[in-house]
């Protein structure tokens, strides 16, 4: 994956003037990638890296050039490139690199906020970045990412556009209760896709319908699971029931609903809650359990690496453009990390820091 990143790198064509140009852009942006392969996250990491590997790096990507970009020159970019340029290379990756483009696959979306880029917290002109990803737990690879700001669209009109856009068929999107909607719903349904939400109280009647009729009805099929781990003991019960039975004008295409009741101590403190989902495809309990907690490995894989690891949360880039860019590159990182068989980018960075010369060699 790393020679098809800068093989789309060096499609990108160049908007600088051609007077004073001293690299081509693809350097800058393979710099950059390279950088952040190696867990070299600010600017001036990216340019200590550069410092120190030089040689190395103008000897395997083959270039006439004495010297590698410049601070200057590798924050101008970043600054000047368009974020539309920087989608291009991330779908054609997707695109070369997604083996489950006509299988099944259950794609968990979700945004996160690019925290630094919050203004006006204080009032109603508040203002920020989100970046929005789908997650392949099927691959480990995130096969969409878009970023939008909250004053001039809102997550539910994104992750619709998303989903209308991406050309995918027989997929699971799986969702958290904002998205529990008519108009989400049937534009997963429109798009030959199915679905798996959450339901809570921002749909108070169907919530109110879920529950009494898991109260009345007997479910199709059970599970049960025990998580007895971190300080806690929690049994958790999944219960599949006739989707048809809800029979809510705007979910026409329900064909389960599911009831997830989790009773137990975390720590020294009892735990119960229960929560409600609807989808319209009709599976076993067990399979519905696993989905919906691999659902979440968006948080841990995707939303916890960026600020964790690449301490996205504690970024001083206020820039919404700059911050986006820099979001939808470490997002790239991440699938190299997955297309090279790691699950911990902890261990990827550890690696990479000592083999990617190597990669780009053997490559």
């Given amino acids: 994956m790393i020679n098809s990143l800068i093989e789309e790198f060096k499609k990108v064509k160049d908007f600088r003037k ?4 001293r690299h081509e852009l693809w350097v800058v942006l393979t710099l950059i990638s390279l950088a952040l392969l190696t867990g070299n996250i600010t600017y001036k990491q990216i340019d200590n890296f550069r410092k120190n590997e030089e040689d190395k790096l103008i000897k395997l990507l083959g270039i006439d050039s004495k010297r590698l970009p410049s601070y200057s020159t590798i924050r101008r970019v970043m600054t000047e490139i368009q974020q539309s340029e920087l989608q291009k290379i991330f779908q054609s990756i997707v695109e070369k690199h997604y083996g489950q483009k006509s299988g099944l696959d259950w794609i968990a979306i979700d945004g996160k906020c690019l925290k ?5 917290y204080e009032n109603e002109q508040q203002n920020r970045q989100i970046m929005v990803s789908g997650f392949s737990q099927e691959t480990k690879l995130v ?30 999107f799986t969702l958290d209760a904002l998205h529990c909607s008519r108009e989400t719903t049937q534009t997963i349904i429109d798009s030959k896709n199915d679905y798996l939400i959450t339901v809570k109280a921002n749909q108070i009647k169907l919530h109110n319908d879920l529950k009494k009729l898991a109260k009345t009805q007997k479910p199709l099929t059970l599970y049960q699971s025990k998580d007895n781990g971190h300080g806690r003991y929690v049994i958790r019960t999944v219960s599949v029931f006739e989707g048809h039975r ?55 894989q995707v939303h916890w690496v960026k600020d964790v690891i690449f301490k996205e949360d504690k970024s001083r880039l206020k820039s919404r453009d700059v911050a986006s860019k820099f979001s939808l590159f470490v997002t790239l990182t991440l699938n190299v990390y997955r297309s090279l068989g790691f699950v911990s980018i902890k261990e990827g960075q550890d690696w990479l820091g000592k083999n990617w010369a190597k990669i780009l060699a053997i490559a």
């Fill in 18 to 21: 051609n007077r004073g140009k």
């Fill in 246 to 300: 809800v029979k809510h004008k705007n979910y026409p295409h329900l064909r389960s609903f599911i009831k997830v009741e989790r009773v137990g101590f975390r720590g020294n403190k009892e735990y119960n809650q229960i929560l409600y989902y609807i989808s319209s495809r009709k599976l076993d309990a067990q399979t519905f359990a696993e989905k919906i907690q691999e659902h979440w490995s968006i948080e841990n």
């Fill in 116 to 120: 630094n880029t919050l203004t006006n």
């Fill in 143 to 172: 096969i969409m990412a878009e970023s939008f700001e909250t004053k001039q669209c809102s997550e539910n009109a994104k992750v619709r556009s998303m989903i209308e856009n991406c050309g995918l068929s027989n997929k699971v």
